[in-house]
């Protein structure tokens, strides 16, 4: 089956890092995507990552290693306004997006 | 980043009426389009999936002559809620799928989002 593996909850202090963690299985693999949901708001896309390595992008960045089935979402300087819940996403062989359940990210001071 | 608009974002309506919710990417051609339902402190559930001038393909659970898609071009996709209950009552979100930004990978965006509250 297609699953998407990845914490409920993390927290972390304001100017800290932090690495949230996805572990994916897919019938086929076509990349694995990052979105942020702030509470009551839709997603918006933060990454996309179809080959192997890291994608740097401002304070955040996204790793993806395909043999180990295996990303994460890296955040850098963190802010009060990163608190939110970030979703990995797989897309699979029909282009189809496999989501996680998300991992709610708690900032505190 | 691209961006798609969703229409209207809150509403609110008597038990038993329908309710129509549209979906527009507004600066690029949505090769698909998504509708996902979201209650309180849950995950995104997908509903279905369509594309342009096709029939849409509901998951399951999903009843297909409650929840009407249509899908009339490539930046245009509603959901209608028919005969909506308060059991309905939900946050709605699409999302579209495409190039966008002059990248060279389609990527999903998505919509605000509708609240709908079924009275």
């Known amino acids: 089956g297609q699953n998407i593996d990845q914490p409920t909850e993390m927290t972390a202090t304001e100017g800290a890092i932090v690495q949230i963690n996805c572990t994916y299985q897919t019938s086929g693999f076509n990349g694995l995507f990052w979105y942020q949901q702030h509470?009551?708001?839709?997603?918006?896309?933060?990454?996309?990552?179809?080959?192997?390595?890291?994608?740097?992008k401002g304070r955040f960045s996204s790793f993806l290693s395909r043999s180990k089935g295996y990303s994460y979402l890296l955040l850098k300087e963190l802010q009060m306004k990163d608190s939110a819940s970030y979703l990995c996403a797989g897309m699979d062989s029909n282009y189809q997006l496999i989501w996680g359940a998300g991992t709610k990210l708690i900032i505190k001071p | 980043?691209?961006?798609?608009?969703?229409?209207?974002?809150?509403?609110?309506?008597?038990?038993?009426?329908?309710?129509?919710?549209?979906?527009?990417?507004?600066?690029?051609?949505?090769?698909?389009?998504?509708?996902?339902?979201?209650?309180?402190?849950?995950?995104?559930?997908?509903?279905?999936?369509?594309?342009?001038?096709?029939k849409a393909t509901y998951e399951q659970g999903v009843e297909k002559d409650k929840f009407l898609i249509n899908h009339a071009s490539?930046?245009?996709?509603?959901?209608?809620?028919?005969?909506a209950h308060p059991e309905d009552s939900s946050f709605y979100i699409c999302s579209a799928r495409?190039?966008?930004?002059?990248?060279?990978q389609e990527t999903q965006y998505f919509g605000p989002g509708t609240r709908l509250l079924v009275l």
């Open chain 2, 74 to 83: 490539l930046t245009l996709s509603t959901l209608t809620v028919t005969s």
């Open chain 1, 39 to 56: 509470a009551g708001e839709a997603p918006t896309f933060l990454s996309y990552n179809v080959l192997d390595g890291l994608e740097e």
């Open chain 2, 1 to 54: 980043g691209a961006v798609v608009s969703q229409h209207p974002s809150r509403v609110i309506c008597k038990s038993g009426t329908s309710v129509k919710i549209e979906c527009r990417s507004l600066d690029f051609q949505a090769t698909t389009m998504f509708w996902y339902r979201q209650f309180p402190k849950q995950s995104l559930m997908l509903m279905a999936t369509s594309n342009e001038g096709s």
């Open chain 2, 98 to 104: 495409g190039l966008a930004g002059g990248t060279q």
